[in-house]
């Protein structure tokens, strides 16, 4: 008798070892194979190769898709180009501004593959999304000669196939047809340098760096299927922090498009610069894309920062934080919270207080998301489609337009996420971001923690050297953090006092009428 299994967590309380022992069939074969082929089917660093070849079930998180109803589809969040929903396969797009709501999944994905199952072992649980993930397909009553030309791994009763991104294309590896597959052979064997043909081929595969949304073929309300798996062999599942009705006053309801909503305050940028005054700012931004991976350490993370930021002197109405979507937990020591899923109110916010004269003395950015392997941020799904479309990413290229020419005296961006390479290799060099300092010497995890430490008279730079990693600065970088965070000089003689550091650099300095109309442009002062 075959028995039907609604989810894991039923099959574990009524039918004991059915799924249980089937779970962890795959996951031992899935994890036995990504340590001998992972490496040689993506283009992972030797390091990344090296932690994958000593890896233990016991370090491993386990995500498995509920089974029992129906094929499902694996939508990763770049998994379709910006704009239209285009697959190569199909030979069609999709208008993403139609009504997705009276679309079937089938079209709102178009050339997604169904299976049975899907399987997902996280190899960094401690690690920020993006980070090399490894995802399974799971196909029943498949014969052992199909599972063999599907290049899977047959189990009798299932077939694993593993999934990758082809060419970094954005796309789930879908199998390739046998006349692909000798015409590629062919050329290769003709090609005088056939075997770096062949070695480029491979290079070009990329891994997948998020969980995936996981939905029902047929189903219109897309609930996420893949759940992660408690098991005592297995890592400890992470702990999503709950989801809240947002507590907002009655005076900020409106009516939208027809129906009784309660918005938080618009965030009132112009507010922010005031005249005759500069001002220590700072922008906290931590996206979390989905409830899934939105963890109390993020939440953390920000109570940290923001209570250090604090005990520097900015004040609570210049700490704008931008959390997650609208239903997560708010973190009740930080004041001026907004959800993430507003990403033209952040780029906003921070071109207006970077091209206002004198508005802006230190600019702190404190950056917490996930992110591409390009160094793209991803803020919120709001229409919960499991994509990122251009409206839900916050990439490099934006975030340094926005700080291109910042006129505050300092630009400090600290980053807690992945990828932070591909900011610091723009910021090289750039003629438009002189004033602009990364600091991402640091291990990621550690970021945070790192510089709740830091005190109102500490030196930046003093700061930086306790670091059990060193920094590697340049000496423009190292100038602009030999002061303070509040932008007092380190180590005076003779020293500030308290009071004088919080009436003359803390927070936020009345200039002299003279400074601040000599250095405006003739414009704004004809206007006036």
């Known amino acids: 008798m075959k028995i039907q299994c609604v989810s894991l967590l039923i099959c574990a309380l009524l039918i004991g070892e059915c799924c249980g022992s089937r779970v962890d069939r795959w996951v031992r074969t899935g994890l036995q194979y990504l340590k001998l082929n992972l490496c040689r089917r993506v283009s992972l660093p030797e390091s990344e190769c090296k932690k994958m070849s000593h890896l233990h079930l016991s370090g491993v998180v386990v995500y498995v898709s509920e089974s029992g109803s129906g094929k499902v589809l694996a939508i990763l969040p770049d998994s379709y180009s910006s704009g239209a929903l285009q697959s190569k396969h199909s030979g069609f797009s999709v208008d993403p501004s139609a009504d997705e709501e009276s679309r079937t999944n089938e079209e709102l994905y178009p050339g997604a593959s169904a299976h049975d199952a899907v399987l997902l072992l996280d190899p960094s649980p401690g690690e920020s999304f993006g980070h090399p993930v490894v995802l399974f397909y799971v196909d029943f009553n498949v014969t052992k000669k199909k599972c063999a030309h599907m290049d899977g791994i047959y189990l009798g009763e299932e077939c694993l196939t593993m999934a990758v991104k082809t060419r970094c294309q954005n796309q789930l590896k879908r199998r390739r047809s046998r006349s692909d597959r000798m015409a590629s052979r062919l050329r290769a064997r003709r090609s005088p340098v056939g075997r770096t043909a062949r070695m480029e081929h491979s290079s070009g595969l990329c891994e997948i760096h998020f969980l995936p949304l996981v939905v029902g073929v047929k189903d219109t309300n897309r609930t996420q299927r893949l759940r992660c798996v408690d098991h005592p062999d297995f890592a400890r599942c992470p702990q999503p922090l709950p989801?809240?009705?947002?507590?907002?006053?009655?005076?900020?309801?409106?009516?939208?498009?027809?129906?009784?909503?309660?918005?938080?305050?618009?965030?009132?940028?112009?507010?922010?610069?005031?005249?005759?005054?500069?001002?220590?700012?700072?922008?906290?931004?931590?996206?979390?894309?989905?409830?899934?991976?939105?963890?109390?350490?993020?939440?953390?993370?920000?109570?940290?920062?923001?209570?250090?930021?604090?005990?520097?002197?900015?004040?609570?109405?210049?700490?704008?934080?931008?959390?997650?979507?609208?239903?997560?937990?708010?973190?009740?020591?930080?004041?001026?919270?907004?959800?993430?899923?507003?990403?033209?109110?952040?780029?906003?916010?921070?071109?207006?207080?970077?091209?206002?004269?004198?508005?802006?003395?230190?600019?702190?950015?404190?950056?917490?998301?996930?992110?591409?392997?390009?160094?793209?941020?991803?803020?919120?799904?709001?229409?919960?489609?499991?994509?990122?479309?251009?409206?839900?990413?916050?990439?490099?290229?934006?975030?340094?337009?926005?700080?291109?020419?910042?006129?505050?005296?300092?630009?400090?961006?600290?980053?807690?996420?992945?990828?932070?390479?591909?900011?610091?290799?723009?910021?090289?060099?750039?003629?438009?971001?002189?004033?602009?300092?990364?600091?991402?010497?640091?291990?990621?995890?550690?970021?945070?923690?790192?510089?709740?430490?830091?005190?109102?008279?500490?030196?930046?730079?003093?700061?930086?050297?306790?670091?059990?990693?060193?920094?590697?600065?340049?000496?423009?970088?190292?100038?602009?953090?030999?002061?303070?965070?509040?932008?007092?000089?380190?180590?005076?003689?003779?020293?500030?006092?308290?009071?004088?550091?919080?009436?003359?650099?803390?927070?936020?300095?009345?200039?002299?009428?003279?400074?601040?109309?000599?250095?405006?442009?003739?414009?704004?002062?004809?206007?006036?």
């Not at 003395?361 to 994509?387: A, C, E, K, Q």
């Not at 807690?416 to 991402?440: C, D, F, I, T």
């Open 243 to 528: 989801l809240t009705s947002p507590s907002v006053p009655i005076s900020s309801c409106e009516l939208n498009k027809n129906t009784r909503r309660c918005h938080q305050q618009r965030l009132a940028t112009h507010l922010s610069c005031r005249l005759y005054q500069t001002c220590d700012h700072a922008v906290l931004l931590s996206g979390g894309w989905q409830e899934q991976i939105t963890y109390q350490r993020h939440a953390h993370n920000l109570q940290l920062f923001y209570q250090m930021l604090r005990n520097n002197g900015f004040h609570k109405d210049h700490v704008k934080t931008f959390f997650a979507g609208n239903g997560q937990v708010a973190v009740k020591e930080t004041e001026g919270m907004y959800p993430a899923t507003e990403k033209e109110v952040i780029r906003n916010h921070i071109s207006y207080i970077c091209r206002k004269q004198h508005c802006v003395d230190s600019l702190v950015l404190y950056l917490n998301s996930p992110t591409r392997n390009d160094g793209t941020m991803l803020l919120w799904d709001r229409n919960n489609n499991g994509i990122a479309d251009l409206k839900e990413r916050y990439s490099v290229g934006e975030l340094l337009a926005d700080l291109a020419g910042c006129k505050a005296s300092r630009v400090l961006l600290f980053v807690e996420q992945s990828y932070s390479g591909a900011l610091s290799k723009r910021l090289m060099g750039s003629l438009k971001h002189v004033n602009v300092v990364l600091l991402n010497g640091l291990p990621w995890v550690q970021t945070a923690e790192f510089w709740a430490s830091l005190h109102p008279a500490q030196c930046l730079i003093d700061h930086l050297s306790k670091s059990p990693v060193p920094s590697r600065l340049g000496d423009a970088a190292l100038g602009l953090l030999n002061v303070t965070l509040a932008g007092a000089p380190c180590n005076s003689t003779p020293a500030l006092t308290e009071a004088e550091m919080r009436k003359e650099y803390m927070g936020c300095q009345n200039l002299p009428t003279a400074l601040w109309y000599q250095k405006r442009p003739k414009s704004d002062i004809s206007r006036n």
